[in-house]
């Protein structure tokens, strides 16, 4: 109860902030309240706990908690009281996410270190990532969206879709997922925010979705990060990550973070166009897999999604470099490999050939030579090549 009070609280500040419109907050702030009834502790709660969490009078609170119904979040009136009937664990609208956030907000408020510490009792917390927090059923490209609003916007905002008609991948490639299946999200990031280097962003961002995707049932040792910012399961590509920025004088003004992993759909049986061409899979390209397809079960979006942003900002905000970078190595995908570095996608042009040794702490893959010269690579597309034989 003292929980679902000061994340309701919250939605005030966001709401005074201007970082959410008033319905909005009110119908965060009633999810937020009733969210304990889906554990059964409360097993309902009186109109009147609905009434102090968003100050509305009894009809008000009654009406909002049957509009809830019609974005797909069903209250059930019984016994007098009030709850929620199931977990809406595919829904990404706000009013499904934005109290989970808010909740998890509150429960990491003793880490050290964190946002988390400036929240005393009175004090509001706003979760690191994930605020504000823009929804649309569809939309072109979230990164191009975010992009737009990137002006106005504070540090951490997320703009995702159920349905993106126009993803775009890196090196000019198309990046394609299907209406509600999937994950298609951006994140803006001011690099004032930023712990460490802009360039190491894309690294971190693919070892936090490792970390979140092998804690999944049956992925356990199968997922790695392939530099510079593919994350696979057993070699297949599973989520890819654009970064864009923009600069301001001498240094960077935003970086809008595009991550797009394919969660309950069927890669293979859809025609697209970010499949690899059969030239580029012979060439090294991965093939593209699903969550489901991998673990055999689906994926409720919504708590992936917050797993996600809670593990991102660890990752971005509260990890040293040195912390990250040794996780990271111990999820190379390309460590002991046969790779090809191409400067566009893998039938561009060749940069350097050899075996990968690793990933140094400037985030730059170190490439041996067939004469052992070993060098370091900043940028580029590699193949995945078969694995060198250790003796
Ligand atoms: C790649 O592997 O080439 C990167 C793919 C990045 C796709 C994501 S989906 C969300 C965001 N919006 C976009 O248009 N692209 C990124």
Redesign the pocket.
């Known amino acids: 109860m003292r929980k679902a009070k000061k994340v309701s609280e919250s939605c005030q500040e966001l709401l005074s902030c201007g970082l959410i419109d008033r319905s909005e907050a009110l119908r965060i702030a009633l999810v937020a309240t009733l969210l304990p009834t889906l554990e059964g502790s409360p097993r309902t709660l009186p109109a009147e706990a609905l009434m102090d969490a968003t100050g509305l009078d009894h009809d008000e609170a009654v009406s909002q908690v049957k509009l809830l119904g019609t974005y797909g979040i069903e209250v059930e009136h019984i016994g007098g009281g009030y709850r929620l009937v199931d977990t809406f664990d595919d829904l990404l609208l706000p009013e499904a996410v934005v109290p989970r956030l808010l909740e998890l907000a509150y429960s990491a408020r003793a880490r050290p270190g964190t946002l988390a510490e400036t929240c005393t009792e009175d004090k509001v917390m706003i979760p690191s990532l994930g605020l504000p927090y823009l929804y649309a059923a569809s939309c072109g490209?979230?990164?191009?969206w975010l992009k737009g609003e990137a002006k106005g916007m504070p540090n951490g905002a997320i703009a995702v879709t159920d349905d993106?008609t126009?993803?775009?991948?890196?090196?000019g490639?198309i990046?394609s997922?299907e209406p509600g299946k999937d994950l298609?999200?951006?994140l803006l990031l001011r690099s004032s925010a930023l712990t460490y280097e802009a360039g190491l962003l894309s690294l971190t961002a693919g070892l936090a979705v490792a970390e979140v995707l092998e804690r999944l049932p049956g992925l356990r040792g199968r997922v790695r990060v392939k530099w510079p910012?593919?994350v696979l399961i057993d070699d297949k590509?599973v989520c890819?990550?654009?970064l864009e920025s923009s600069s301001q004088g001498e240094g960077l003004e935003w970086i809008v973070v595009?991550?797009?992993l394919n969660v309950n759909s069927d890669p293979a049986s859809r025609p697209q166009a970010?499949e690899p061409s059969q030239r580029e899979a012979s060439c090294g390209k991965p093939v593209p897999t699903s969550l489901r397809v991998e673990s055999g079960a689906s994926v409720g979006r919504r708590l992936l999604l917050v797993e996600l942003l809670t593990r991102l900002s660890d990752r971005w905000f509260d990890s040293t470099i040195a912390d990250s970078f040794g996780e990271l190595r111990l999820r190379d995908g390309l460590l002991g490999r046969r790779v090809e570095i191409y400067a566009g996608p893998p039938d561009g042009v060749l940069t350097i050939a050899g075996e990968a040794v690793g990933i140094d702490d400037r985030g730059r893959l170190l490439v041996k030579e067939r004469g052992g010269m070993t060098k370091a690579i900043s940028t580029g597309e590699a193949t995945l090549g078969v694995d060198i034989p250790t003796t």
């Open positions: 490209s979230t990164n191009r993106q126009e993803g775009r991948g890196r090196l490639r990046w997922s298609t999200f951006s910012n593919d590509k890819g990550i654009l595009g991550i797009g970010s």
